[in-house]
């Protein structure tokens, strides 16, 4: 079992900038691949990111390419999620997951562990 808690969310302008953090407890955190994910009001949740037990690796949806970032700090157990140039779009609630892999996916099926998700909200 691993616990995940997120933070960083917020209220920002359109073109603004946040910093999503995700520290895991409970597993080995570099074994495993890591993903974000978000879900906006009304519609299904989506995958944005993910990112290799190494981080050597990484994947976006086509909507962020260019503007998020995904990296993850072992050492630290975290898993980051810069995202620049946010559009009101971005607005959703943010969550990190657990891959059942080392590698990466974007298959909300491939995670078995799921943080309780963090607000982004960007104004026009």
């Known amino acids: 079992q691993v616990q995940l808690a997120e933070s960083g969310g917020g209220l920002v302008q359109a073109g603004g900038s946040l910093r999503l953090s995700c520290v895991a407890s409970?597993?080995?955190?570099?074994?495993?691949?890591m993903g974000w994910f978000r879900q906006a009001p009304g519609k299904e949740r989506e995958f944005v990111a993910a990112?290799?037990?190494?981080?050597?690796?990484?994947m976006y949806t086509n909507s962020v390419k260019g503007r998020f970032t995904i990296s993850r700090d072992n050492a630290k157990n975290t898993v980051y999620l810069q995202m620049n140039s946010l559009k009101p779009e971005d607005t959703a609630v943010y969550y990190c997951a657990v891959n059942k892999i080392a590698g990466i996916s974007r298959v909300g099926t491939m995670y078995d562990s799921w943080g309780q998700g963090t607000q982004v909200t960007v104004s026009s």
């Open positions: 409970g597993r080995t955190f570099s074994n495993y691949g």
């Open positions: 990112i290799s037990w190494s981080g050597g690796t990484t």
